[in-house]
């Protein structure tokens, strides 16, 4: 009788192994596609992901886009511009667990700090070279120039940037393997949330000045 727990033990630590990749990322298709039907979420229905259309109702233009094809505006003041392609923009990527972006730089435009919570991220540069970079939870820097035809890989979860550190507009494309990554901006949550994050948390926490904590947030308009 004393090995049944052992026994027990054993076989929720295998449960647990075979179901971690179910996890990781996106739910597996149960079907050959399941293209998103953006009209379902005008009703009162809500899921975790969008429904899907009907197979007769499906074309071949759910499963394209040319979303990335023109290089976003870049005039602005951190003077970069992401261009999603994700399942709010092709229907046909609803249940396949990858997404793309394209990023265009200004020169030494930077995409700041930010996460991806729902994936990881391989980014291509295709013109330019990137100064790239991730901070690990115990806050080390792993860091690197990153040149047209190079690649780097930044973990799910964690806080990254890159920098164009040249003269002339960059280009890099990045892959995600969650239909829907989510981005959220370490300024932006910390400046721009609605309602505001107290300005005496931002104080202990940064050790500023509460004057310089509100000029800051008068920097970044709130989304909601």
């Given at each position: 009788?004393?090995?049944?727990?052992?026994?027990?033990?054993?076989?929720?630590?295998?449960?647990?192994?075979?179901?971690?990749?179910?996890?990781?990322?996106?739910?597996?298709?149960?079907?050959?596609?399941?293209?998103?039907?953006?009209?379902?979420?005008?009703?009162?229905?809500?899921?975790?992901?969008?429904?899907?259309?009907?197979?007769?109702?499906?074309?071949?233009?759910?499963?394209?886009?040319?979303?990335?094809?023109?290089?976003?505006?870049?005039?602005?003041?951190?003077?970069?511009?992401?261009?999603?392609?994700?399942?709010?923009?092709?229907p046909?990527?609803?249940?396949?667990?990858?997404?793309?972006s394209?990023?265009?730089?200004?020169?030494?435009?930077v995409?700041?700090?930010?996460?991806?919570?729902?994936?990881?991220?391989?980014?291509?540069?295709?013109?330019?070279?990137?100064?790239?970079?991730?901070?690990?939870?115990?806050?080390?820097?792993?860091?690197?120039?990153?040149c047209?035809?190079?690649?780097?890989?930044?973990p799910?979860?964690?806080?990254?940037?890159?920098?164009?550190?040249?003269?002339?507009?960059?280009v890099?494309?990045?892959?995600?393997?969650?239909?829907?990554?989510?981005?959220?901006?370490?300024?932006?949550?910390?400046?721009?949330?609605?309602?505001?994050?107290?300005?005496?948390?931002?104080?202990?926490?940064?050790?500023?000045?509460?004057?310089?904590?509100?000029?800051?947030?008068?920097?970044?308009?709130?989304?909601?």
């Amino acid at each position: 009788m004393a090995k049944f727990p052992v026994v027990l033990l054993a076989a929720c630590a295998v449960l647990l192994a075979l179901a971690a990749p179910l996890v990781a990322g996106d739910p597996d298709m149960l079907q050959d596609f399941c293209v998103a039907d953006y009209k379902s979420l005008e009703g009162p229905l809500r899921l975790n992901g969008f429904p899907c259309k009907r197979p007769e109702n499906v074309t071949a233009d759910d499963f394209f886009s040319g979303v990335l094809a023109a290089p976003g505006n870049t005039g602005n003041p951190v003077g970069s511009a992401v261009t999603a392609a994700n399942v709010e923009k092709v229907p046909g990527l609803n249940t396949m667990g990858v997404s793309m972006s394209r990023v265009d730089y200004a020169p030494w435009g930077v995409n700041p700090p930010h996460t991806h919570p729902r994936a990881t991220e391989i980014i291509f540069v295709l013109e330019g070279s990137l100064d790239i970079g991730f901070i690990t939870t115990s806050g080390k820097l792993f860091a690197r120039t990153v040149c047209k035809g190079e690649l780097f890989v930044f973990p799910r979860g964690l806080v990254h940037f890159q920098r164009n550190n040249g003269g002339t507009p960059a280009v890099a494309i990045s892959a995600f393997n969650s239909q829907l990554p989510g981005t959220q901006s370490v300024a932006m949550a910390l400046f721009g949330a609605t309602p505001p994050v107290p300005t005496d948390v931002l104080v202990r926490a940064l050790q500023i000045d509460g004057g310089v904590v509100e000029a800051i947030k008068s920097k970044f308009q709130p989304k909601y």
